[in-house]
């Protein structure tokens, strides 16, 4: 399958102003008339995705950034992205007054940054939760939750993809 | 076999001058038609100690292995006792109406594939015998090798068969194929002049990128790979390593794929069976 | 040809949160792939999971692309009281695989 390779082939297929070499060496100005930069906005529609995700999720709500009531458990270090195990956890009583009701989980360097959003509630007992999912690339993961006083609290994990050794195509 | 290796030597010329030699070998080899003699011929080739792609896994798949409903190749057996009970084919007639319950007679033949199939007077693999039973017997569409549905049937059987060791048929109408096969196994091939022994024989255990190198055994097929995200089987394992060495892969009626598979069955001998495996 | 699995503890005590693991069938398609033609291959994902108590829900999850194939959860469930487990998953194309276990408290 080789999911990264694939998404690179397609992008210069349906893109060739997006190669490097166009941009590096004098057609700068060229380019610029007609975009920005490509190879920055390649970068600024990542980081747009990402800000539009998180801004989703957290409608304008105050947010505690490095939080310690929020932890991710990933490898560090994983053989292939094709298939990572991650489980998040919020600690929280899980009462009425004082419980998770959503978490959402973010990889932002994959094509689409959101990876999946868990709904919880005060019957759920723990905000624990574990799934499975595709990293394109070495990346900074991050996870969202939402506590019921309306704070969303985000936690950060650096995690590095190694490539498989032999690519079937 | 067309292909070339690294020095743009014709692989037929190589594979004729280390016949040469395994001729000479060969014709006592043949000769003694024991399976002590089996084990003599190939006695320096087993690697040590025998271990299963399964030990060289992360443990979180390993884990996705080790329970049924944590494992997504567990679908496929699923289908696949469907499809051994249902009837199919103009003669309407399902595995399970001739072989009763697989887990009874059939469990004990599932390891000793590739066998000799007396029809066509040559090496079989499972995935062949099921479909030469389904156009003999219940007189059904030819399916492709990948097909899911083939595929779930293998993983079927295999997992019924699951924890016996595998277990080389010693019928000596299989030896040259099995011999064929190891040649196969120590050919160098590809436009990165690797053989099979050359990462799985000398170097398993050790890393190749970020993937550790298993020994390469066929005990845990038709297996989920994560790479594919999907179910496969042991010849689209091999195919993607004559791919990766950048080897023009064999087509599909050659008979390499189940005489390598003779070998590698006869080289993992004893590993248990893991049907339906999870690897990465 | 869908399925699902899911785990349920057993012998649960009441007050107790356990954990339970749900996994259906699909390709998860991701829309990013080229296929062999050399085109892209269109997405087809499950876009939703929910998991409901006796008819109440107690756990939702949305699905992207970035999930496996034959995607995996576990999450938690306080259980109070024996009763049935209905898994719904939701695909983008409309097709629903429904899941029952039994939920049995002590």
């Known amino acids: 399958m080789s999911f990264p390779i694939v998404r690179c082939l397609s992008r210069s297929i349906v893109n060739p102003a997006r190669r490097r070499g166009l941009v590096r060496f004098g057609q700068g100005l060229a380019m610029a008339s007609l975009a920005v930069r490509p190879e920055v906005s390649q970068a600024d529609a990542a980081r747009d995705r990402l800000q539009a995700a998180i801004a989703e999720f957290t409608q304008g709500r105050v947010m505690v950034p490095d939080s310690t009531r929020l932890r991710i458990e990933i490898d560090a270090l994983v053989e292939n992205g094709n298939s990572v195990p991650i489980r998040v956890t919020a600690l929280s009583p899980m009462t009425d007054t004082d419980h998770v009701q959503r978490i959402l989980i973010l990889a932002p360097r994959n094509p689409q940054p959101q990876v999946a959003l868990f709904h919880l509630g005060v019957h759920s007992g723990r905000a624990e939760v574990a799934t499975r999912f595709r990293m394109a690339e070495s990346q900074s993961l991050q996870a969202l939750a939402l506590f019921s006083d309306g704070r969303i609290h985000r936690a950060q994990a650096d995690v590095v993809v190694t490539l498989a050794a032999c690519l079937e195509n | 076999m067309r292909e070339t290796d690294r020095r743009g030597q014709n692989g037929v010329g190589r594979l004729a001058r280390s016949c040469s030699v395994f001729a000479i070998g060969g014709a006592a080899m043949l000769a003694l038609s024991s399976s002590m003699a089996v084990e003599q011929a190939f006695s320096n080739v087993r690697p040590q100690p025998l271990r299963s792609g399964f030990e060289t896994m992360s443990p979180a798949t390993q884990a996705m292995q080790a329970r049924d409903s944590d494992n997504p190749a567990w679908f496929a057996v699923e289908e696949g006792a469907r499809l051994y009970q249902q009837p199919a084919g103009l003669q309407q007639r399902s595995c399970a109406s001739c072989h009763g319950d697989a887990r009874g007679a059939l469990r004990e033949v599932v390891p000793l594939y590739p066998r000799f199939d007396e029809t066509r007077s040559a090496p079989i693999d499972l995935s062949g015998r099921i479909e030469a039973c389904r156009l003999r017997h219940q007189q059904a569409e030819r399916l492709p090798p990948e097909d899911d549905r083939r595929l779930a049937l293998q993983a079927y059987l295999g997992s019924v068969a699951r924890g016996l060791p595998m277990t080389p048929d010693p019928d000596p109408r299989l030896q040259a194929a099995r011999v064929r096969g190891q040649e196969r196994f120590n050919q160098r091939i590809g436009q990165l002049g690797l053989s099979c022994a050359d990462c799985h024989d000398r170097h398993w255990g050790q890393r190749l990128g970020g993937s550790m190198i298993p020994q390469g055994h066929p005990n845990a097929y038709p297996l989920w790979r994560l790479q594919w995200q999907s179910i496969g089987s042991l010849q689209r394992r091999i195919r993607a390593c004559l791919v990766g060495v950048r080897a023009e892969p064999w087509s599909a009626a050659e008979p390499a794929w189940v005489e390598l598979e003779l070998f590698l069955q006869w080289r993992g001998a004893g590993l248990k069976v893991e049907t339906p495996g999870v690897r990465p | ?106």
């Open chain 3, 1 to 106: 040809m869908s399925r699902a699995v899911v785990r349920v503890p057993q012998q649960v005590r009441a007050g107790e949160v356990i954990e339970i693991t749900a996994m259906v069938a699909h390709p998860m398609e991701t829309g990013y792939r080229t296929g062999d033609d050399g085109r892209i291959v269109p997405r087809h994902i499950v876009r939703e999971l929910q998991c409901e108590f006796d008819g109440q829900t107690v756990f939702r999850m949305t699905f992207f692309p970035a999930l496996t194939a034959n995607p995996w959860v576990a999450f938690p469930l306080r259980a109070e009281r024996s009763g049935l487990l209905t898994f719904t998953w939701t695909d983008d194309q409309g097709r629903v695989v429904i899941e029952r276990a039994e939920l049995r408290v002590s």
